[in-house]
């Protein structure tokens, strides 16, 4: 017999969305803590924790250099000079601090927690932002992940100046490349929110791990810090539903809805369980709401894509995965799968070029390999 899969979406930050609302007075009951044991330590405590090592690469690499420049750009060159500490972009695990620094390499959640750990042990100010409208969409297995992005601000240190705000001071720094940032909407989070997505991030991550346990404690310490961060209920309500707590889950998933409308995550997650659950009447209306606010759900054209390719159908595949490209440029394996499409009709420069941009869109180093090695096959075939 063929196992239906059920497909959720999970937000994240950086991969792995924010989705924050207003702040509720307390923490809504929604925790089932007796069905979820035992316990795994989540200390909100050890996020921006640095080390001695960390101190040692301060005291040797920036203080120094800070001497002769401000330190917020000594401090970006120390990180960031590919000379120098040889920071990697990898999305296959969300850090803290000291794990990020020790691997030199993270998401760019880690990388944005291990500056301002280090900015901070500086004494210069740190203001965290969501970069808005910079979410993108990826899969694994049978769940559907919606990533948004953030990036930090510096600032004087504050013993620097007591008396005047100097905007010029602040120093932006982002882990998108500088032409895609230019003109982004942004909004201030606190440091507990930027706390609250690494747990989510980590209960995520854990969850697509089947690690349904360690999930629960750590979306469980995502609302705590956090009580008015959504996405961390939305994953808590997964971690419910794979744990076969339907309606624990369901209702996790509608006390969010309630604070967050219009969240499409929500919506379709809701909607699907209901109707994985025989309930399809109370269903429609979040089907019709969703309609609404997302005529076209992520992966649309992706998925009829692969349906053409089935069907040997290439030239249609072709446009259904542009079509799907022009939505969200930044997802690997829409150019992987256009690749293939191209090569099946012989197009083998743009199959290459496809290929390229697989692989300098790839999120970890398993991915960016996969795909550079089937660039040199193509190529030693003859493709250049």
Request: aromatic share 8%.
């Amino acid at each position: 017999m063929r196992r239906h899969l059920t497909t959720f979406i999970i937000a994240l930050c950086c991969a792995l969305l924010a989705g924050c609302a207003t702040p509720p007075a307390s923490i809504p009951p929604v925790f089932t803590d007796s069905a979820f044991a035992p316990a795994i330590a989540v200390d909100a405590g050890q996020v921006f924790a640095i080390d001695d090592t960390m101190r040692q690469y301060l005291r040797t690499e920036v203080l120094r250099e800070a001497r002769l420049k401000n330190p917020r750009t000594a401090l970006y060159n120390a990180l960031y000079d590919k000379a120098r500490l040889k920071l990697e972009y990898d999305a296959q695990i969300t850090r803290n601090a000291r794990e990020t620094f020790a691997a030199r390499s993270g998401n760019c959640l880690s990388l944005v927690i291990m500056t301002a750990a280090l900015a901070q042990e500086l004494g210069l100010a740190v203001r965290y932002q969501e970069v808005l409208g910079e979410a993108s969409w990826s899969r694994s297995g049978d769940m559907i992940f919606v990533a948004g992005h953030v990036n930090l601000v510096l600032g004087q240190r504050r013993l620097d100046s007591a008396r005047s705000y100097d905007a010029s001071a602040l120093l932006v720094i982002d882990f998108l490349p500088s032409k895609d940032v230019a003109g982004y909407r942004t909004r201030e989070l606190g440091e507990a929110t930027i706390t609250a997505m690494y747990m989510n991030n980590r209960a995520a991550e854990t969850l697509r791990q089947g690690q349904l346990h360690a999930a629960y404690w750590w979306a469980r310490g995502a609302i705590v810090q956090d009580p008015g961060f959504i996405g961390a209920y939305n994953t808590l309500g997964l971690v419910q539903l794979r744990h076969g707590d339907t309606q624990a889950g369901q209702r996790t998933l509608a006390h969010a809805l309630e604070r967050a409308p219009d969240n499409t995550v929500l919506l379709a997650n809701l909607a699907q369980s209901l109707e994985a659950s025989g309930m399809a009447q109370q269903a429609q209306p979040l089907r019709q709401r969703l309609l609404a606010l997302q005529p076209e759900p992520p992966f649309h054209h992706f998925n009829l894509g692969k349906a053409a390719m089935q069907r040997q159908d290439y030239q249609a595949a072709i446009w259904l995965f542009q079509r799907e490209i022009a939505r969200d440029p930044g997802y690997h394996e829409f150019h992987f799968w256009l690749a293939q499409a191209h090569a099946q009709l012989g197009q083998w420069q743009l199959a290459s070029k496809q290929l390229e941009l697989a692989m300098d869109r790839s999120l970890t180093r398993g991915e960016h390999a996969l795909y550079a090695g089937k660039l040199r096959r193509l190529r030693a075939a003859g493709v250049h």
